[in-house]
């Protein structure tokens, strides 16, 4: 204590001081106390504003092509705080007229690097974390850990049930889209209580069944517009997470020439049995999954191993470009669908789709041209070729179509002068005539 205030006087001042004091410190805490309630009252004022939940949303994206690209896109624009994409390809400027989050000047870069790069320019606020490597059963789930959401926007089987299986062991929401020719679909999987992929496909279809964009083409617009609806589903479930849990779930349905052009359908509930989400699941850490589909992931060379790399009928497209400057008379067949013919095809050339071929093949085998009523393609084709002594050449649009083309017409009429033009058009484009359409 002070010794110049030890009359009752100084007493009288040092007790006040020490009762502001005291004061004081009170205000201070309250001022704390009001401060911590204000700041409790911001963070659930702000946790209840969209921008905010989008902002602190985490969103990984499998697939920066055609599907990626708007998602990728939108997702950024619209201020997803940290976006992870996953893709192991290149930019292909043939790629472009549906991938477009690449660009002309980015051709050859890994894809997840081009798709940085426009993502860095629409919105730099946006974290962008890149994968350039296969999602694989190794490190699929260490990825998907640092997520809330994922976005499939693959193109292949095996990639499918690999990220669904990946979305149930690490309990993540699944944005599932495809796209193929004319027609898409978007579907939410492994969302509140809903199924997963496989609860709706349990087994992947057989070989000749299944079909990537590489191989079946797409028209560009397509996956940019069900890429979109993805996006538009991701919002959503960062912004209904607190939502009650929905009685059913959905399948988006889109085709181009549908009347209407959007449906809606609703599909089956989670199945109690199924191998993954079921009660009692098998599939409880990640398996081989090209294994599971009998296909490679990788989409780059021929998934199909229908012909032997060394049978002597796989020809390459110069060696056909050969065989039609030197103008030797042969039948031509493509065996893509109607609507990929329709896009581009050889002039003269004949076509039967591969599901006719097989199965007028098949009837052909078994003595019977009856059944369908209708004129037998397969038998024309083969009359034709034996009575003018033609070789015939299958194409497709990459090689895999045309390699059963001549295993049907090898099997069914035991016509042995056929061949395969391997890669098809896409490796016509690329090595003989870069003026061909290219789709
Ligand atoms: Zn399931």
């Known amino acids: 204590m002070n010794p110049n205030y030890t009359d009752s006087e100084g007493n009288a001042t040092t007790n006040k001081i020490e009762s502001v004091l005291k004061r004081l410190e009170e205000i201070r805490a309250e001022e704390k106390q009001l401060l911590s309630v204000l700041e409790n009252l911001k963070t659930k004022e702000k946790n209840k504003c969209g921008q905010y939940k989008i902002k602190k949303s985490k969103v990984l994206v499998i697939g920066a092509g055609g599907l990626g690209s708007t998602v990728l896109l939108y997702l950024c624009a619209m201020g997803v705080g940290k976006i992870g994409v996953v893709d192991f390809d290149s930019v292909e400027s043939s790629n472009l007229h549906r991938q477009i989050i690449h660009k002309e000047n980015t051709a050859g870069l890994p894809k997840v690097e081009s798709a940085k790069r426009a993502m860095n320019e629409l919105n730099s606020g946006c974290e962008v974390e890149t994968y350039n490597t ?44 495809s796209a193929l020719r004319l027609d898409g679909q978007v579907v939410k999987y492994n969302y509140k209580g809903g199924p997963c992929y496989r609860c709706m496909f349990p087994k992947p279809p057989p070989f000749d069944k299944k079909a990537s964009c590489s191989e079946a083409g797409v028209l560009g617009v397509v996956p940019g517009l069900i890429g979109c609806i993805q996006a538009l589903e991701v919002i959503k479930i960062v912004l209904s997470a607190d939502s009650p ?185 690329k090595t003989v005539d870069d003026g061909f359409p290219f789709y």
């Open 134 to 177: 296969h999602l694989k059963s190794s490190n699929a789930l260490e990825i998907f850990e640092k997520y809330d959401i994922v976005v499939d926007a693959s193109d292949n089987l095996p990639t499918r049930y690999l990220i669904n299986d990946a979305c149930v062991i690490t309990k993540k929401p699944l944005v599932y889209g």
């Open 245 to 429: 849990q929905p009685t059913s779930s959905y399948m988006l349905s889109f085709s181009t020439y549908g009347n209407p052009q959007f449906r809606q359908f609703r599909i089956r509930n989670r199945r109690p049995d199924c191998e993954v989400c079921g009660e009692s699941p098998t599939i409880t850490s990640l398996i081989d999954y090209p294994a599971f589909c009998g296909a490679d992931s990788t989409d780059m060379a021929p998934v199909s191993k229908v012909l032997e790399k060394s049978d002597p009928c796989r020809i390459s497209c110069m060696e056909y470009s050969k065989v039609r400057k030197s103008g030797q008379p042969h039948i031509l067949l493509d065996v893509r669908d109607t609507d990929q013919f329709q896009l581009c095809s050889f002039r003269g050339s004949r076509h039967i789709p591969l599901d006719r071929l097989v199965s007028e093949g098949q009837e052909y085998a078994n003595g019977d041209n009856s059944s369908t009523g209708k004129e037998s393609q397969f038998k024309n084709l083969v009359d034709d070729a034996k009575e003018k002594n033609l070789p015939i050449y299958a194409i497709c649009r990459r090689g895999n179509l045309s390699q059963s083309a001549v295993k049907a017409l090898r099997e069914f009429a035991n016509f042995e002068k056929c061949y395969q033009i391997d890669g098809g058009i896409t490796a016509w484009n």
